[in-house]
């Protein structure tokens, strides 16, 4: 019986070649932009979500009222964090962070591009991003301290033990490496 219904089904599509190759590929299309907007969805619900606090992390963003596009831009002014943490009851901490840190790390003979961020020594108390070697409460605590990536202390270091060495990164000048 199955056997005359996918004989049936292959003769009628066999017949209509072109409605057939129109519908097969709108079903892929249609289904592969079904699972891409899926995954995209997935993706911005949980994003960041392995932070123990995420219910209480918030990110302050500035709109340019210009009249015509309005954009939305992630940032704020750099006096509104003390304002927030004096003036809003409900803020415990507030994270300031700078995506101008970049230039090119020294260390011996040895130069290596570095791309990164200046944050308040507050950081690592409010997001969850581990630490290989160093200690999470005292890691930023003192000017001039960096942390890196493990990938980018095998690059720079080797097999030296990347945690207490210094740094120069131009135009910053010297940084400690308190964390990897």
């Excluded at 292959?10 to 299309?29: C, D, E, P, Q, S």
């Excluded at 992630?74 to 300031?96: C, D, F, H, W, Y």
Aim: net charge positive; hydrophobic share 45%.
């Amino acid at each position: 019986m199955f056997k005359n219904f996918f004989m049936t089904a292959y003769r009628n599509l066999a017949k209509h070649r072109l409605f057939t190759i129109l519908n097969v590929f709108g079903l892929a299309l249609g289904m592969s932009l079904c699972l891409l907007y899926i995954a995209w969805l997935n993706f911005v619900f949980t994003f960041d979500n392995f932070h123990p606090l995420k219910d209480r992390i918030y990110r302050v963003n500035t709109q340019l009222l210009n009249g015509q596009e309005n954009p939305l831009y992630a940032s704020a002014p750099s006096g509104l964090a003390q304002k927030l943490q004096e003036e809003i009851a409900g803020v415990e901490t507030v994270v300031r962070v700078n995506t101008l840190l970049s230039g090119t790390g020294k260390f011996q003979d040895k130069k290596i591009g570095m791309q990164g961020y200046f944050t308040d020594p507050s950081f690592l108390k409010v997001f969850n991003f581990p630490l290989l070697r160093g200690d999470k409460n005292t890691a930023l605590n003192e000017p001039n301290s960096i942390l890196i990536s493990e990938t980018k202390a095998k690059t720079i270091f080797g097999d030296v033990e990347g945690l207490g060495q210094v740094i120069r990164l131009e135009p910053y000048g010297d940084l400690l490496v308190t964390g990897i």
